[in-house]
DNA sequence: GTGAAAGCGCTAACAT
DNA sequence: ATGTTAGCGCTTTCAC
């Protein structure tokens, strides 16, 4: 099968530790011998046998990337990581923690791999301590827990501004559609990526509180972050005695659910209701939908970075970054059809 | 770090290579003994190096994933395979050969994964070759290539459905968007899935032979398999001299767009068009769109099986799989609303 | 700048 | 049923 390092060295008449150094561009190789090293290796379509650098290495090269295989964000931050990840020669591991019985186990991880990246957090606190009783190293990507870096979008800000915008046309009375019910945030069950469900709905407030508008319990609904569970929201919310003339749904998935519903309902959109997303699906230009938009593959790039700067792999790094850094990036609204000024528009 | 296999010997009282049978469940071992040893195991937290059993035994128990990361079948396709490999022992490797510039290097999969399994091929056909030629085994998903054996579903059967569907409501001006361009098939340099897009207009054609309807090429575009090329494509079919009254689109992606398209141009869907896609979309529902809805998961539970045949990891298959097999599974037709009788229907 | 040799932590004969 | 031992193919001191 494929050559052992023992034949490159036979073939470049060195031996096998001058053909790792030369092949892994270690310095203290006289640029000759490197040179004939790699056309040997060439020649003979020589690849190292990944496990055994490994072993004798210590170190792995793979991330693991722990991800629920549903969502399609995770797809685009994984779009953007992987990129940088294999251009350092990282090997990308994955993880589904979602079906399986039982609370995720960490242990295999060990040894397995050297960090791990996780998008648009799947796991519980909980499960989260445990890796890091582990201590593999992860960054994530849509949430913060206290203890690992991380990226993600300005979530508050983010919700101000559609709020905020809805509030400019006019709109008194909108209605929020979250991804998760409202939690004392004490709950060490509740999955990590609930803080974004959490800081877009305290957007929400906000942005109503700077206007002056006090905010109705009754104007807010709970859809789980699917389209399915827009829908029903959209629904309850329209149903109302005294409904909303605007609705921020705190996701684009549930937007599009709640576009379904309204759409079902002979309501028209924006007339009779305007809709604002959140999230920058890929999918909310087909429906026109006005949308918040996060860069996805960006924050992936951005976590691999990280990820890379953790392992040391970035030997060069100018700029270190810190290990328990939390970038925030900044959203951008995307204005489409679904919004307008309320029917009874008095700006 | 995580203890190894000799701490686990000594505390149990065996050898590490009684400790690695029993471990892993090997024939010869004590039932006390095995009891013991797992005891003792558990106690240290003992995970075995994979990287030193990789390298002992030759084996890499590592399945490659070689797909596009763009794309939303190859998730469905992943998480039905998911499980059942998890489920086996074996680790996910993922490759996107996409953005990448190169044909696609096979080289450093050798060496690093047992078999690779390839949703909704990204590969031309050379690449495909290449893989062959490094003795890679692997199972396609979408798409038959020769020498892979395969999981798909029956294009060509379900496009005639489709398409005789809408022959059944009246139509007789029927259009049709496919995913690419009709080629000769010798080309080398088409991506693999190019099969399922000329199964699916060869299903369109037939439906139309027949039911006695002459092909008209000024009623077939092109639409990539993106929603904008959907779009684009169905933008082009209304508008020329004598435009169909039913559209089949070859994928629900397109679909999406085709229905934008159609909604812009303020085209009434099904009233003044009626649209039936491809793909089983989880966003079809969304849409109401009439669709033909093939299995993604179980086609990749069923891949994930023919791969685990291939390596003998299930030693006790009642059915042996045959490696050339071509597993092709049935679609079926989803009715919504975007699918009627021709305005002038005469039936 | 390069080579020799000792592992890395397992598995797989081969003994017993 | 269990133990002994020789690798698996690299990396990494430590000499030179």
């Known amino acids: 099968m494929g050559g052992s390092i023992e034949e490159v060295a036979a073939l470049a008449g060195v031996s096998t530790a ?84 039982g609370p995720f186990d960490a242990l295999p991880l060990r040894k397995r791999v050297d960090a791990v990246l996780v998008p648009c957090p799947p796991l519980t606190l909980m499960e989260m301590r445990s890796l890091q009783a582990l201590n593999i190293p992860g960054v994530l990507v ?32 909108i209605g929020l559609i979250s991804g998760e019910a409202a939690g004392d945030g004490s709950d060490n069950r509740e999955t990590a990526l609930s803080t974004a469900s959490a800081d877009r709905r305290r957007g929400y407030r906000e942005a109503l509180a700077a206007a002056g508008i006090e905010c109705d319990p009754g104007l807010e609904a709970v859809g789980g972050f699917t389209w399915r569970g827009g ?45 604002i997303g959140f999230g920058g699906h890929d999918k909310a ?11 996805l593959a960006r924050q992936g790039k951005i976590a691999a970075e990280l990820l890379l700067s953790l392992l040391d792999a970035v030997p060069d790094a100018s700029q270190n970054l810190d290990a328990s850094e939390v970038v925030v990036l900044p959203v951008s609204i995307e204005i489409r059809d679904t919004t307008c000024r309320p029917a009874s528009g008095t700006t």
Do not use: C, K
Request: no cysteine; charged share 25%.
């Open 18 to 101: 001058t053909v790792s150094r030369a092949l892994r561009g270690l310095p203290y190789v006289a640029e000759s011998t490197r040179r004939r090293v790699r056309e040997a290796a060439a020649q003979l379509e020589y690849v190292a046998s990944p496990q055994a650098s490994r072993l004798a290495s210590g170190h792995t090269r793979t991330i693991g990337v722990i991800a629920d295989l549903t969502g399609w964000v995770f797809l685009q931050v994984l779009r953007g990581a992987e990129a940088v990840l294999r251009e350092a020669g990282l090997d990308l591991l994955l993880y589904n923690p979602g079906d399986d019985s």
């Open 142 to 173: 849509g949430a913060s827990v206290p203890g690992f870096p991380s990226v993600r979008v300005d979530d508050v800000g983010g919700a101000r501004t559609a709020v905020q915008h809805l509030i400019n046309l006019g709109h008194r009375r």
């Open 231 to 275: 829908e029903r929201a959209m629904a309850e919310l329209f149903s109302v005695e005294s409904p909303p003339t605007a609705v921020f749904v705190a996701d684009d998935e549930m937007a599009m659910g709640a576009l379904r519903a309204l759409r079902r309902a002979r309501l028209r959109v924006p007339e009779d209701m305007s809709v």
């Open 285 to 295: 230009e087909v429906f026109e939908l006005t949308t918040v938009v996060q860069p």
